[in-house]
């Protein structure tokens, strides 16, 4: 269920933030060129988060990722997918 919101940069910003709180070890967010989707990507370990990370590096996406959470909070689920997107 792809949702797509046009907002501005401040409250692009917060909602940001507020996805970062809710991912203690994985990548919240991506972007490229007017383009950000929010993502809930938890990670097991380091080695697949840096694995993810260069995945959508080499799509051209800047990565947003919390790398200093507690792996016991991050769940074993893996990834999980994105929560929306958000263009502005």
């Known amino acids: 269920m792809n949702r797509v919101y046009r907002m501005n940069q401040a409250e692009y910003q917060g909602l940001l933030q507020v996805a970062s709180e809710q991912v203690p070890f994985g990548i919240y967010g991506i972007e490229k060129q007017g383009y950000a989707e929010l993502r809930c990507d ?5 080695s697949q988060l840096k694995e ?14 919390n790398r200093t959470g507690n792996l016991k909070d991050a769940g074993g689920e893996g990834a999980e ?4 997107s958000a263009t502005g």
């Not at 993810?52 to 990722?65: C, I, P």
């Not at 997918?81 to 929306?84: D, H, P, Q, R, S």
């Open 52 to 65: 993810l990370t260069r995945q959508f590096r080499g799509q051209g996406y800047k990565v947003y990722a």
């Open 81 to 84: 997918g994105a929560l929306m």
């Open 42 to 46: 938890r990670c097991r370990s380091m």
